[in-house]
């Protein structure tokens, strides 16, 4: 039984793939902001431990953590949660730029530095979720686009940095995804949803647990899922 811990577990590619590691039996550590969200996704997903700790203020993650029992290892540490707030340079606001650097970049960059010793116990892995927006930069996604070329750039020096310790390090970069993440976006761009047009979140999940069953003496580091035509 392998033992993971997820950001983002509550919607969307988090949930899905919460769903599918409990369904073969492993031991799930979900992040929440709060007690009660906490509660939410222990309701939600039985049999899931959780921890609290509020990504949009990473500089208290590590008091937060010190003040809960953690895992005692890590086969792997999921980055999944994430926030977009789109908006061209000219009017994104340094508030807006400090809280989606903080969620996106600063905090998986914080959370792994808190458990890289439970994850070095278990020779684990870091996967990252990325986004298509961390390999390119559109007009409105300045600010989202930057976190994630930090968090490939987080990814690329800790792969290099750990890989001494058998710790394999993989970034997905996933399309548009049907999320409620993605229906804000298009809320944002004064567009209508249609979910059907985009990434099933399973899909992703797929592509997450794909990296993560690769035999030992094998590493995913980059993969990309777009949605088909």
Known sequence: MATHLITGAGSGIGAAVTRRLLDRGDELWLLARDAGRAKELRDRFPGVRTLVGDLAEPERLSWALGHQELPG????????????????????????????????????????????????????????????????????????????????????????????????????????????????????????????????????ATALLTALDMPRGAEVTDLTVKPTA
């Open 73 to 204: 290892q890590l086969d792997s540490l999921q980055h999944i949660a994430g926030v977009v707030e789109l908006g061209e340079v000219g009017e994104t606001t340094a508030k807006v730029w400090s809280g989606t650097l903080a969620a996106n970049l600063t905090a998986p960059a914080e959370l792994t530095r808190l458990l890289l010793p439970q994850v070095r116990l278990a020779r684990g892995h870091v996967l990252f979720v990325n986004s298509g927006a961390g390999l390119r930069a559109n007009p409105q996604w300045a600010a989202y686009a930057a976190s994630k070329h930090g968090l490939k750039a987080l990814a690329d020096a800790l792969r290099a940095e750990e890989s001494g310790h058998g710790v394999r390090v993989t970034s997905v970069y996933p399309g548009r995804t049907a999320t409620p993440m993605q229906e804000k976006v298009h809320r944002q761009e004064g567009r209508a949803y249609d979910p059907e047009r985009w990434i099933p979140a399973d899909a992703v």
